[in-house]
């Protein structure tokens, strides 16, 4: 897992710099998501998490951030599909990826 910022701005018709605040963001975003999904997984409240879990994905990919897309996209089946092994499976992964992604992108733009 590693981000090639630059490529991310371009894609974006961005620069660099521009995007600090755009990430931020996407981080503040992505925690009440997962709060959120946390709430709703002690009663696997899979309407909710799939919403939740696509909300996730379609702001993932609009910064590029493929592998955490592609895990909420699974997320998002899994609770369509109302597996909760699956759910309880991979949403310790996706934390962990944003958390990763926070780490790095912050560290880039030396915070």
């Given at each position: ?8 701005a ?59 897309t592609a ?41």
């Amino acid at each position: 897992m590693t981000i090639d910022i630059v490529k991310v701005a371009e894609a974006l018709l961005l620069e660099p710099e521009e995007l600090e605040d755009i990430f931020e963001a996407f981080f503040e975003e992505a925690d009440e998501t997962l709060a959120d999904c946390k709430r709703a997984m002690p009663s696997m409240d899979y309407e909710e998490l799939k919403k939740l879990f696509h909300d996730l994905k379609g702001s993932a990919a609009n910064l590029h951030l493929k592998d955490v897309t592609a895990l909420a996209k699974v997320l998002e089946a899994a609770a369509r599909e109302k597996n909760e092994l699956s759910v309880q499976t991979g949403f310790p992964q996706v934390v962990q990826l944003i958390e990763d992604y926070k780490e790095e992108i912050r560290c880039y733009y030396g915070k």
